[in-house]
């Protein structure tokens, strides 16, 4: 079962889609997934780790941040800060949500990741699942494409200066899947995510993948290992249809 949703923010409006477990279910867990950068809740890996979320009984909440996909605003004036704030609007509408339970994940992809890694600083989330995550985004800004970067205002990288993932505030289980010949965040930042988050288990590195884990082989890897991930850490609330 898909919901679609919009959450209205003060001059944006965030556009999602909840997708819940088959069969009755008044306390599903749940996981909020966040694209990267310049995706959207469209890719293949999110609507891919949705459908397999639901068929283990955990609901998944996927979202187009400002400026990507369904929701409006403009790329261009996007910034970690907006992000965490449309993050925490898809919580909140989440947490009120009568057919989701106490019991919640996040998962975040690329910028997604980074985002995700700030925001469950100041939650308590049951697991976290980061993929190509960067552990410092000033680090990779001459590896994003000149015609994407021009997309961006020179602000977004001074807003993100201000933000580094906190090794002590996470408590949750980390989980890291990095591609082993990521073009844009290096997998040398896989290794120092999880050298700095003590709760962080043994990074998923898949041999081969890309930053955006385009190959059906990989990206199927890293599915199942994500799915496996949050099956262990949440509670299911319901039995999924069968």
Avoid at 15 to 28: I, Q, T
Avoid at 146 to 155: S, T
């Amino acid at each position: 079962m898909v919901e679609a949703f919009q959450i209205p923010l003060t001059d944006r409006m965030i556009a999602g889609s909840l997708h819940r477990p088959g069969g009755v279910c008044e306390a599903a867990p749940w996981v909020v997934l966040c694209h990267g950068l310049f995706s959207s809740m469209a890719s293949e890996k999110f609507t891919g780790l949705a459908g397999r979320l639901c068929r283990a009984g955990i609901a998944a909440l996927c979202f187009d941040f400002s400026g990507c996909g369904s929701s409006t605003g403009s790329i261009a004036d996007t910034t970690v800060t907006r992000r965490l704030q449309e993050l925490d609007a898809v919580v909140r509408f989440a947490e009120g949500h009568a057919c989701l339970g106490p019991d919640s994940g996040l998962m975040g992809s690329s910028l997604g990741g980074f985002v995700g890694l700030l925001y469950a600083e100041s939650r308590l989330f049951k697991a976290v699942s980061v993929w190509a995550a960067p552990h410092e985004l000033s680090v990779i800004k001459n590896n994003i494409p000149p015609g994407d970067l021009a997309r961006l205002k020179p602000g977004f990288f001074s807003d993100a200066a201000r933000y580094h993932p906190s090794t002590q505030s996470l408590s949750a289980p980390l989980q890291i899947i990095h591609g082993s010949r990521d073009e844009v965040v290096p997998v040398s930042h896989a290794h120092k995510l999880h050298a700095a988050f003590p709760g962080a288990g043994r990074p998923v590195i898949i041999e081969g993948a890309d930053h955006t884990i385009s190959d059906p082989h990989h990206r199927n890897i890293a599915l199942e290992a994500c799915c496996a991930w949050f099956q262990q850490h949440l509670r299911a609330g319901c039995s999924p249809a069968r």
